[in-house]
């Protein structure tokens, strides 16, 4: 079975500084991994993307990620915080198994609040 | 391109009523996903589809809650009697391949059962 766990429900960053929300996973089989990001009243947007392929991901808005294996980690950074980086976020996994029938299980958020 | 629609944006009923949530996926996508969001619990799937045939309802809460895909292009998710803990905001999403392809959500359906 897959899982997920987001450390730290809330997170705070000042304006400029570096952003850091962690991701660890489980999974028996190579995992697919993402980030999402969710402003306000509106649906989960996808961030980033990791698929087997490289174990850096670059993201939209200036996010990345790095897929380290030995330590079942998905952490998402940004080297700069920008106000308009508020919002809840997101870590998914889903295994490579069943093809066709694989599902999303998703973290329990994290939510990322900016001080000016 | 037309993203995930769904409809209505938002819906306050009365307890007890019937409560039909629609979902449009994007064209061309193979799976359709159906979540609850709420404060308490978060992010929770109910049910998803794969080429129309539903795969997984294990998440949907009691018999009170259905969901139908016709065809392709559309999807249900139907609570009959609704109850006031049925209050949350309802996402549809759809993917090209289920788990390997990134999910598309819509804007929701915050739904309030008085």
């Known amino acids: 079975a897959q899982s997920v766990t987001q450390l730290g429900s809330h997170v705070s960053v000042s304006e400029g500084a570096l952003v850091l929300l962690r991701c660890n996973y489980s999974s028996s089989v190579p995992p697919y991994l993402f980030w999402y990001v969710q402003y306000p009243n509106q649906g989960l947007q996808l961030l980033l993307k990791?698929?087997?392929?490289?174990?850096l991901v670059k993201g939209i808005n200036g996010f990345e990620a790095e897929f380290k294996k030995s330590e079942t980690s998905f952490h998402l950074t940004k080297p700069s915080a920008h106000m308009s980086d508020a919002a809840e976020y997101f870590c998914?996994?889903?295994?490579?198994?069943?093809?066709?029938?694989?599902?999303?299980?998703f973290g329990t958020g994290t939510r990322l609040t900016i001080i000016p | 391109d037309a993203g995930v629609i769904q409809s209505p944006r938002h819906e306050v009923t009365e307890m007890g009523q019937e409560v039909t949530l629609r979902c449009k996926p994007i064209?061309?996508?193979?799976?359709l996903f159906w979540y609850r969001q709420t404060m308490m619990r978060g992010l929770e799937l109910l049910i998803y589809f794969n080429n129309n045939v539903p795969i997984d309802d294990s998440g949907m809460p009691e018999d009170r809650f259905s969901a139908k895909m016709p065809n392709a292009s559309f999807s249900t998710l139907k609570i009959q009697p609704s109850e006031p803990r049925d209050s949350a905001v309802y996402f549809c999403a759809s993917s090209l391949q289920a788990g390997r392809q990134p999910q598309h959500f819509g804007d929701g359906t915050r739904l309030s059962i008085l």
């Open positions: 998914a996994v889903s295994d490579q198994g069943n093809f066709g029938n694989e599902k999303l299980t």
């Open positions: 064209s061309g996508h193979n799976s």
């Open positions: 990791y698929t087997s392929a490289a174990t």
